[in-house]
C-alpha cells in the first residue's frame, strides 16, 4: 500500500473494487487489473487482523493480563 493504511480505508477501498468488478461493462483487462488490486487489500487486512488478533490479551485467573 503507498501510504499509512487503516483497516477501516481498506475495506472501503475493497468495496468499491467489488463494485467495479461486478460492474456488467468492466473489460477483461480493467477486471483483472482490479483483482489484483483487491488480492493486495485483502492480504493488507489479513495481516492487519493477524496483528490485532496477536495483540488481544485476556483476563486471567489472578486478575493479570495474559496474552491471548
Do not use: W
Not at 499509512?4 to 460492474?23: C, G, K, N, S, Y
Not at 482490479?34 to 490485532?52: P, T
Amino acid at each position: 500500500m503507498k501510504k499509512q493504511q487503516t483497516l477501516e480505508d481498506a475495506f472501503v477501498q475493497l468495496e468499491a473494487v467489488i463494485e467495479r468488478l461486478e460492474a456488467e461493462d468492466i473489460s477483461l483487462e480493467e477486471a483483472f487489473g482490479a483483482y489484483s488490486e483487491g488480492m493486495e487489500l485483502l492480504q493488507f487486512c489479513n495481516a492487519s487482523l493477524d496483528r490485532v488478533e496477536k495483540k488481544v490479551l485476556k483476563l486471567n485467573e489472578n486478575g493479570g493480563l495474559d496474552e491471548f
